[in-house]
């Protein structure tokens, strides 16, 4: 997956480096998002739903 997808970089252009950077990058923002969903189940709000509303 990883291989296949900085050739997807490269072959649009992308220098290597630069593609080995955003798929790291792209790494890290799924494995922010998967959590972030665990601490709103969590939380008992809906993974994808507005947050609640707050007492403001």
């Known amino acids: 997956r ?3 997808r900085a050739r997807e970089l490269v072959d649009q252009g992308t220098p290597i480096e630069a593609a080995c950077r955003i798929i790291i990058l ?4 799924e494995e922010a998002q998967r ?12 993974a994808d739903g507005p947050a609640a509303p707050s007492d403001g």
């Open 2 to 4: 990883i291989a296949a």
């Open 35 to 46: 959590i972030n969903a665990e601490y709103r189940r969590a939380a008992g709000r809906p």
């Open 26 to 29: 792209e790494d890290q923002l």
